[in-house]
């Protein structure tokens, strides 16, 4: 993503190697088909299962909210791939909670400010963002992983 480029303070890659416009492009709308299927499934719930509100009055109306979210997922990841390289780790080192917290607290606060209903009944509250927490870095490590074993990732996180 960041075509090889230095960032000028320090003379270290802007976000590295491991960071590519066709991964944000197929990480973002790879993502979309699963996030209405998850709308799908709250519509079609009985109201005492439904854990989360939707996104939208409809899965179309759901598409700019599910796309914020993966596609912010993609950005705080980034994010978090720029203090790494500023903290002068080298691509693909572990950085605990760095490697996870850009991903799902970005998206969710510039949902915030973007859809501000939707976004207020889904994470306005301290239980919510606590499960979103868990759910996400359980996802996290669970899809590097499988990654991994697929041999589409050098290292398993």
């Known amino acids: 993503m960041d075509l090889g480029r230095v960032w000028a303070r320090d003379g270290r890659r802007i976000l590295g190697p491991s960071k590519s416009w066709s991964g944000f ?14 709308q799908w499934l ?13 996104f939208g ?12 979210l993966s596609g912010g997922a993609l950005v705080g990841d980034a994010l978090g791939s720029f203090l790494k390289r500023r903290r ?6 572990r950085a605990l909670l760095l490697d996870q917290l850009g991903f799902v607290f970005l998206p969710v606060a510039v949902g915030l400010l973007a859809f501000p209903s939707v976004f207020w009944s889904a994470f306005g509250s301290l239980e919510a963002l606590g499960w979103l927490l868990v759910f996400t870095l359980g996802l996290h490590v ?12 050098k290292v398993p996180w």
């Open 88 to 93: 002068n780790l080298p691509s693909g080192e």
């Open 57 to 68: 009055s409809s899965l179309l109306t759901a598409v700019p909210v599910v796309l914020l």
């Open 142 to 153: 669970g899809f590097n992983y499988l990654g991994y074993w697929l041999g589409l990732k």
């Open 25 to 38: 492009l197929f990480g973002t709308f790879f993502a979309l088909p699963f996030g209405l299927l998850e």
């Open 42 to 54: 709250v519509s079609i719930a009985p109201p005492s299962l439904q854990l989360v509100p939707a």
